[in-house]
Antibody, heavy 123, light 108 residues
Framework: QLQLQESGPGLVKPSETLSLTCTVS??????????WGWIRQPPGKGLEWIGS???????YYNPSLKSRVTISVDTSKSQFSLKLTSVTATDTAVYYC???????????????WGQGTLVTVSS | EIVLTQSPATLSLSPGEGATLSCRAS???????LAWYQQKPGQAPRLLIY???SRATGVPDRFSGSGSGTDFTLTISRLEPEDFAVYYC?????????FGPGTKVDIK
């Protein structure tokens, strides 16, 4: 059974960089059928797709966050990572790592989710 | 960007009743690429419906989806206790992929 597990600091200071890693187990991160990515959910609010990556390294970002986001993949470790720069309190959220099925060669349908990790931006 | 709106924001029903949740898109959703997710408190969302009307693996047949263009519906035929949750629609017909704000189905 595929499992995704987020890891990283739960507290980040304003203006600093949020860094999270997702470890994939029970399946291959190098599968040609899937994309890997991040979705966030501010407390009590809805879901926002941040971006995704293909095992080859191709990246896809939400334009609203594109200037601050970098997603990378390390297939040898079955991990992919998120970096979000210049964070503010509005970046406080539960961050989920996800697997996406592709439609039209673009990450589309989110069928496996990690449990999520709360990242708070505060001094 | 396609903006999704969901109504109602909250639906208060009793177990055994049917539920009808609406998702409306600001522009037509290409190829009916519309999905529904269920989220229970403290849990990650779970994919329920994709391609407007196809149930994901393991999803009971009391859940059904319909619609096209800009108007989509999730129907739960008879609410079970485990169905009380928040439901989100998501479109994947255009980029960026976007979610609706959710409909909470709670116990009356």
């Amino acid at each position: 059974q595929l499992q995704l597990q987020e890891s990283g600091p739960g507290l980040v200071k304003p203006s600093e960089t949020l860094s999270l890693t997702c470890t994939v187990s029970g399946g291959s991160i190098s599968s040609s059928s899937y994309y890997w990515g991040w979705i966030r959910q501010p407390p009590g609010k809805g879901l926002e797709w941040i971006g995704s990556i293909y095992y080859s390294g191709s990246t896809y970002y939400n334009p609203s966050l594109k200037s601050r986001v970098t997603i990378s993949v390390d297939t040898s470790k079955s991990q992919f990572s998120l970096k979000l720069t210049s964070v503010t309190a509005t970046d406080t959220a539960v961050y989920y790592c996800v697997r996406a099925l592709g439609y039209g060669f673009y990450p589309s349908l989110f069928d496996y989710w990690g449990q999520g990790t709360l990242v708070t931006v505060s001094s | 960007e396609i903006v999704l709106t969901q109504s109602p924001a909250t639906l208060s029903l009793s177990p055994g009743e049917g539920a009808t949740l609406s998702c409306r898109a600001s522009h037509s959703v290409s190829s009916s690429y519309l999905a529904w997710y269920q989220q229970k408190p403290g849990q990650a969302p779970r994919l329920l419906i994709y391609d407007t009307s196809s149930r994901a693996t393991g999803v009971p047949d009391r859940f059904s989806g319909s619609g096209s263009g800009t108007d989509f519906t999730l129907t739960i035929s008879r609410l079970e206790p485990e169905d009380f949750a928040v439901y989100y629609c998501q479109q994947y017909g255009s980029s960026p992929r976007t979610f609706g704000p959710g409909t909470k189905v709670d116990i009356k």
